[in-house]
Structure formats: structure tokens, C-alpha cells
């Protein structure tokens, strides 16, 4: 999403990257990942965090060592467009557990949601009720994720950040 980017050097990259590859590192490991003293590092490290360009930490679960599940992708039309109606709609998603991430698109679609549940047919119940508390969706169709091929493991910063390498003609 394009939006008003902050500045940030090779150094912070350095530690951006490091921190995708492994959020738990030691300030220790850090620094020496990103040739850095810890001192320096660290107050990077924190004025990162302080600026909101790092805004959390997560574990990676894999949820298949701990339970049967279906992730489902579905395609949501709206009949109205306002902004009071992608609102609600968007808090309706916003407070269902369920939805692990939602994007508004532009295309044949208003929305993709993203859905994990215990089943399809835990699915089909969820669809239900979310249809009827929302009467302002139009249609959704719904796609069950059969495998995942790439599992996303943190943005490409060195690509979207460093200036392109111009090419000999």
C-alpha cells in the first residue's frame, strides 16, 4: 500500500530484515548480525519500534500440530458503497474471530477475506450469520485454500526500499 514512508537507512534495513528472519534474537545476536556494537543497536532497535515502523511481535504457530482446520478465501460484494456501509461491513469483520485478515480490493470484488475455521461446515454456519447480520453484502464467493505454496516469511525490503541497480543498455 503506498503511503507516506519514513526514512530509514542500510543499518535499519539491516536490522528490519534480521528482525523478519528472527523476531526472538538477543540484542547481542542482533548487533552482530547487523555489524553493529549492542549499544547502538539497540537504541536503533527502539527508535523503530518508537517510530511504528516495527509495531509488534508475533510467534509463527502451526496450527496443523495442534488441530484439524479449513482456511477459506472469500470474495465479498457490497450492493451499497458508502463509506457508513464499508464500515460496518468492515466492523462486522473486524469482531469475527474467524476473519484472519481482510483487504479492500478494487476489481470485480469489494473485499477478500481471509477465514480459518474448524471446518467447511463450521464455515457455512459462520457465512449464514454473517450474511444476516449484514444485509448489505451482495454476494460472496468462497474459495477453500487446498495448500499453502509460499508461506509469507516477512516483505522484501532490500526490493522495495534500495533505489533499483540501473542495467548497461
Known sequence: MARKSQKVDRIDLKILSALQDKGRSSNLELAAKVGLSPSPCHNRHRALEKSGIIHGYRADIDLAKLTDYVEILSFVTLHKHGRTQQGAFEKLIEGTSQAIACYQISGNFDYIVHFVCRSVSDYVDLHH?????????????????????????????????????????
Do not use: Q
Open 129 to 169: 450469520r454473517l450474511i444476516e447480520d449484514e444485509p448489505n453484502i451482495a454476494s460472496v464467493t468462497t474459495n477453500v485454500i487446498m495448500s499453502e505454496t509460499k508461506k509469507f516469511a516477512g516483505y522484501p525490503l532490500r526490493e522495495l526500499i534500495e533505489p533499483a541497480e540501473t542495467k548497461p543498455d
